[in-house]
């Protein structure tokens, strides 16, 4: 084990470089249950409107059902109408029955076509339900493919931070423990990056200028730690 702050400093700044590419790979593998769940989300919007195009359909082929059975309902009252006609004896009567079934079928005609209205309307929507479901298999295509490529980078990054987390154990008995919690407790607090160097005068962390008489003293005694009085980072120089 290095025995010098040096020595353990340059072993804290090659476990940092582990542990900096653990930090940004960690945050992007657990970014993943949100972005397949905005996925499903996107799909979930998709079937939607599959769903409402259907409905849609389904609506218009009631009202076209409806207006046909009051159609049937129509005719049976005419030819009854009809039948009784005959039976009548007084002109009066007849010419009454005659002008109530011309009116009656002149409705008719008005609701045969409404009727054809409605079918229009109902080939209308089953077009556009072939569409809506056409589009959907295309969508969910994409929507397979896309989790397949969310499944396949989560499990690329899981393999590079278990590689990262082994190769780690070489770095870690070479440090004294007590520096090493340390380092580890900056590390938490400080998004992945406990040791930093001095860049331009300046930290390298927090990149708050440092007094030139602390430039000066970390300069002049190697073997002693440093800290940034803003960040709480470790300091070293870079040569």
Request: charged letters at 35%; a neutral charge.
């Amino acid at each position: 084990m290095p025995t010098s702050v040096q020595e353990q400093v340059k072993v804290l700044v090659e476990l940092q470089k582990i542990d900096g590419e653990l930090f940004r790979l960690r945050k992007v593998l657990a970014e993943h249950p949100a972005r397949q769940k905005k996925a499903e989300e996107e799909f979930e919007k998709k079937k939607v409107r599959l769903k409402a195009a259907e409905d849609e359909l389904k609506s218009r082929q009631v009202k076209q059902k409806d207006k046909e059975l009051d159609l049937q309902s129509r005719e049976e009252k005419i030819k009854k109408l009809q039948t009784q006609l005959y039976a009548l004896k007084s002109n009066k009567e007849y010419q009454a029955m005659e002008l109530e079934i011309k009116g009656a079928k002149a409705d008719n005609s008005l609701v045969e076509e409404e009727i054809l209205r409605l079918f229009d309307a109902v080939e209308e929507a089953r077009t556009a339900v072939a569409r809506e479901k056409e589009a959907l298999a295309v969508e969910e295509k994409a929507h397979r493919d896309t989790l397949a490529v969310l499944k396949k980078d989560a499990e690329t990054l899981g393999a590079q931070v278990s590689a990262l987390e082994e190769k780690r154990k070489a770095y870690t008995p070479n440090l004294e423990p007590k520096l090493l919690t340390q380092y580890e407790k900056i590390l938490k607090g400080r998004d992945g990056t406990a040791i930093v160097p001095i860049l331009e005068q300046s930290c390298g962390g927090c990149h708050i200028g440092l007094p030139p008489q602390f430039i000066n003293e970390i300069q002049m005694n190697p073997d002693k730690l440093m800290y940034c009085e803003d960040c709480g980072r470790i300091l070293y120089w870079p040569s």
